[in-house]
């Protein structure tokens, strides 16, 4: 049928707007600001292309994922810009080379849109980009420029209310240089820094305890079955084992998440976090391929406690002697002398009260070298900005080695923040401590483990079709558990609780704080029984096979893992019909008894994962309210002694 004249809808691609100009007037007004604080520490303006060829890209490290990519006349894959330092690192080292090198050091601004993709719909695709970089400084002379120069900058767009997260990449590599660990094991740290999931941190030192205590007892063995004669020795009890609090008197019990978050132990968590049905023993199923907690290597137990107490030191100048007390055992303490300095000539400049030492702050990108730092606003859902030292980089692209740092803020985010303080002011009303609480199954526990902190729950559990709940200074709101994600994500809740299922479903930009060890539930994958051999011969003729599933991410992930193509079909409920109306050979499916499997004749044919419930929070929230780290650390305490 012919479309009217007049019918079509014109909209705008998803993640990308239109700015009229009353936004565009102030967008200017910014932007000039921001230029001229640049302009007037010697910085000179720079352009990027839009389009970058990708390998060229990735030849720096780590990039964000980029939504646009085409092949261009000669075949190579081209992406539209996800960041413009890796930009600015190729620009400089290929002309660094074309004239035997930069002789003077370089000092760079840019304001540009960069397009990145992220897992939220609502998320813009397209941001503009403000940032500086300094090329040929070295050291803490320059880490100081840069956040001074960043603060200005903040100050210039009119935020009074901010702060900056410090923290060092620096000393977190020179601990894994000194863990003696696999390679796999130390990736996998980086990778847990990199996506702020601290629970799989401290799974990843439950492994090497694990495996020194193996030797240990091995050990022992070895020698109690040797020669007549020889000593009998026992395996140790040492209290640093199990421990990393122990280690120089427990530098990080002063922390918001503190002592209990540095007290794990090598069984506490894998004892209860399994369900008693699944088929696994030692650890979580989906993990028993992960070589980072199936062999981390000979790693040095007091090194690996260092690193996971290292991710819970927040705070002022105190966070850093503790740091300081972490690093002396090893002589690494270089890294942390040169944060001191730059964090000391910062408060001399009055930046004091917009300062917080944090060493859970790690961008997304693996090519920072030492400092790192980020900058939040109160009631803002992500961070403005961040940036960090990267001495690297430009070797990654054939130049000499250059010590280099760089920063940049999102103008967008600016703005957020803007109408947020004013919107504050207005109201004069602070919001209260806002919990994503889930429905359905998980909804008793959390409102138990959130009633042992110390909230007041009262009608909390009980709510029935209340969907926003307000106790004293605690504001409940009640979703789904696939949908907690996302209001953290973005900014509707400070914190949340849900299974580790749906943090991984919907991959959001979280802070994964604390396996809360209840809601216990098995992923599978299922057929109905006898149908084996059929659905190998289907796989064998036609190359892949069909799976229905709600949860097509981690489907895809488990599938990607064992190399096996499928056809995935999202159903949104009655999974089991699929195998029995023959629409899917298989199901990916949730399960915590199997009877649901087993009344429509369906068996297990393998385990993808096993899941708890999380407690979880948004990184602005985490890192400008002190009461999200308060009820981190005490529901921590509470997992452990359960």
């Given at each position: 049928?012919?479309?009217?004249?007049?019918?079509?809808?014109?909209?705008?691609?998803?993640?990308?707007?239109d700015?009229?100009?009353?936004?565009?007037?102030?967008?200017?007004?910014?932007?000039?600001?921001?230029?001229?604080?640049?302009?007037?520490?010697?910085?000179?303006?720079?352009?990027?292309?839009?389009?970058?060829?990708?390998d060229?890209?990735?030849?720096?490290?780590?990039?964000?994922?980029?939504p646009?990519?085409?092949?261009?006349?000669?075949?190579?894959?081209?992406?539209?810009?996800?960041?413009?330092?890796?930009?600015?690192?190729?620009?400089?080292?290929?002309?660094?080379?074309?004239?035997?090198?930069?002789?003077?050091?370089?000092?760079?601004?840019y304001?540009?849109?960069?397009?990145?993709?992220?897992?939220?719909?609502?998320?813009?695709?397209?941001?503009?980009?403000?940032?500086?970089?300094?090329?040929?400084?070295?050291?803490?002379?320059?880490?100081?420029?840069?956040?001074?120069?960043?603060?200005?900058?903040?100050?210039?767009?009119g935020?009074?209310?901010?702060?900056?997260?410090?923290?060092?990449a620096?000393?977190?590599?020179?601990?894994?240089?000194?863990?003696?660990?696999?390679?796999?094991?130390?990736?996998?740290?980086?990778?847990?820094?990199?996506?702020?999931?601290?629970?799989?941190?401290?799974?990843?030192?439950?492994?090497?305890?694990?495996?020194?205590?193996?030797?240990?007892?091995?050990?022992?063995?070895?020698?109690?079955?040797?020669?007549?004669?020889?000593?009998?020795?026992?395996?140790?009890?040492?209290?640093?084992?199990?421990?990393?609090?122990?280690?120089?008197?427990?530098?990080?019990?002063?922390?918001?998440?503190?002592?209990?978050?540095?007290?794990?132990?090598?069984?506490?968590?894998?004892?209860?976090?399994?369900?008693?049905?699944?088929?696994?023993?030692d650890?979580?199923?989906?993990?028993?391929?992960?070589?980072?907690?199936?062999?981390?290597?000979?790693?040095?137990?007091?090194?690996?406690?260092?690193?996971?107490?290292?991710?819970?030191?927040?705070?002022?100048?105190?966070?850093?002697?503790?740091?300081?007390?972490?690093?002396?055992?090893?002589?690494?303490?270089?890294?942390?002398?040169?944060?001191?300095?730059?964090?000391?000539?910062?408060?001399?400049?009055?930046?004091?009260?917009?300062?917080?030492?944090?060493?859970?702050?790690?961008?997304?990108?693996?090519?920072?070298?030492?400092?790192?730092?980020?900058?939040?606003?109160?009631?803002?859902?992500?961070?403005?900005?961040?940036?960090?030292?990267?001495d690297?980089?430009?070797?990654?692209?054939?130049?000499?080695?250059?010590?280099?740092?760089?920063?940049?803020?999102?103008?967008?985010?600016?703005?957020?923040?803007?109408?947020?303080?004013?919107?504050?002011?207005?109201?004069?009303?602070?919001?209260?401590?806002?919990?994503?609480?889930?429905?359905g199954?998980?909804?008793e526990?959390?409102?138990?483990?959130?009633?042992?902190?110390?909230?007041?729950?009262?009608?909390?559990?009980?709510?029935?079709?209340?969907?926003?709940?307000?106790?004293?200074?605690?504001?409940?709101?009640?979703?789904?558990?696939?949908?907690?994600?996302?209001?953290?994500?973005?900014?509707?809740?400070?914190?949340?609780?849900?299974?580790?299922?749906?943090?991984?479903?919907?991959?959001?930009?979280?802070?994964?704080?604390?396996?809360?060890?209840?809601?216990?539930?098995?992923?599978?994958?299922?057929?109905?029984?006898?149908?084996?051999?059929?659905?190998?011969?289907?796989?064998?003729?036609?190359?892949?096979?069909?799976?229905?599933?709600?949860?097509?991410?981690?489907?895809?992930?488990?599938?990607a893992?064992?190399?096996?193509?499928?056809?995935?079909?999202?159903?949104?409920?009655?999974?089991?019909?699929?195998?029995?109306?023959?629409?899917?050979?298989?199901?990916?499916?949730?399960?915590?008894?199997?009877?649901?499997?087993?009344?429509?004749?369906?068996?297990?044919?393998?385990?993808?994962?096993?899941?708890?419930?999380?407690f979880?929070?948004?990184?602005?929230?985490?890192?400008?309210?002190?009461?999200?780290?308060?009820?981190?650390?005490?529901?921590?305490?509470?997992?452990?002694?359960?």
């Amino acid at each position: 049928m012919r479309r009217k004249k007049n019918s079509m809808n014109y909209v705008t691609p998803v993640g990308f707007r239109d700015v009229v100009s009353e936004e565009a007037l102030v967008r200017e007004e910014l932007t000039s600001r921001v230029k001229a604080c640049f302009a007037a520490k010697g910085y000179l303006p720079v352009e990027t292309p839009t389009l970058e060829v990708l390998d060229v890209m990735e030849a720096g490290g780590h990039v964000p994922e980029a939504p646009f990519k085409f092949f261009d006349s000669h075949g190579d894959l081209l992406a539209m810009r996800p960041d413009v330092t890796m930009q600015v690192a190729r620009m400089c080292a290929s002309r660094s080379e074309a004239s035997g090198g930069i002789e003077k050091p370089l000092r760079l601004r840019y304001t540009q849109r960069v397009f990145r993709e992220k897992t939220i719909e609502a998320a813009a695709r397209e941001l503009t980009q403000c940032g500086a970089e300094c090329l040929g400084v070295p050291g803490r002379e320059a880490d100081l420029e840069l956040v001074s120069m960043f603060a200005s900058a903040l100050e210039e767009c009119g935020l009074t209310q901010f702060t900056i997260a410090l923290g060092s990449a620096g000393v977190l590599r020179d601990l894994l240089s000194e863990s003696c660990a696999s390679e796999q094991w130390q990736s996998a740290v980086l990778q847990a820094y990199h996506t702020s999931n601290f629970v799989y941190l401290g799974e990843l030192v439950e492994a090497a305890e694990r495996a020194s205590a193996a030797k240990r007892v091995s050990a022992a063995e070895r020698v109690s079955t040797g020669a007549s004669g020889s000593t009998v020795v026992e395996p140790s009890t040492d209290s640093t084992a199990t421990n990393p609090s122990a280690i120089d008197g427990g530098a990080a019990t002063n922390s918001p998440i503190g002592a209990a978050a540095t007290e794990l132990s090598a069984s506490d968590k894998n004892d209860n976090s399994t369900p008693s049905n699944s088929s696994t023993s030692d650890t979580n199923s989906y993990k028993l391929a992960d070589p980072a907690l199936t062999n981390p290597g000979e790693v040095r137990l007091e090194v690996a406690q260092a690193i996971f107490a290292l991710s819970r030191l927040r705070g002022g100048k105190q966070a850093l002697v503790e740091v300081r007390g972490l690093l002396e055992p090893f002589g690494c303490e270089e890294s942390i002398t040169e944060l001191e300095a730059v964090y000391d000539a910062l408060v001399e400049q009055g930046l004091g009260d917009k300062l917080l030492i944090d060493f859970s702050v790690m961008s997304s990108f693996d090519y920072y070298t030492g400092l790192v730092f980020e900058a939040y606003a109160p009631g803002l859902g992500s961070p403005l900005g961040g940036g960090g030292r990267y001495d690297n980089l430009l070797a990654s692209y054939g130049a000499k080695k250059i010590p280099a740092a760089g920063f940049a803020f999102y103008l967008e985010q600016v703005m957020a923040a803007r109408q947020e303080a004013a919107t504050r002011e207005t109201t004069n009303n602070p919001r209260p401590l806002r919990i994503a609480v889930p429905k359905g199954s998980l909804k008793e526990g959390s409102v138990e483990v959130l009633k042992n902190a110390g909230l007041d729950v009262e009608g909390l559990l009980d709510s029935g079709r209340t969907l926003m709940l307000r106790n004293d200074e605690v504001e409940y709101l009640i979703v789904r558990p696939t949908d907690a994600p996302i209001f953290v994500s973005l900014g509707a809740a400070d914190c949340g609780i849900c299974g580790e299922d749906s943090l991984l479903e919907a991959s959001p930009d979280v802070v994964e704080l604390v396996d809360l060890k209840f809601g216990g539930c098995r992923f599978v994958v299922a057929e109905s029984k006898g149908t084996t051999e059929a659905v190998e011969e289907r796989y064998r003729k036609l190359g892949s096979i069909r799976v229905a599933t709600k949860y097509p991410n981690i489907t895809r992930s488990y599938y990607a893992k064992i190399g096996m193509p499928v056809e995935i079909v999202k159903l949104h409920g009655n999974i089991e019909l699929a195998p029995i109306t023959g629409m899917a050979e298989r199901i990916v499916d949730i399960t915590a008894t199997g009877t649901t499997l087993r009344e429509n004749n369906l068996v297990v044919v393998d385990d993808v994962l096993a899941s708890t419930a999380r407690f979880f929070a948004n990184p602005s929230s985490f890192r400008t309210n002190p009461r999200v780290g308060q009820l981190a650390d005490t529901l921590y305490k509470q997992a452990k002694e359960n």
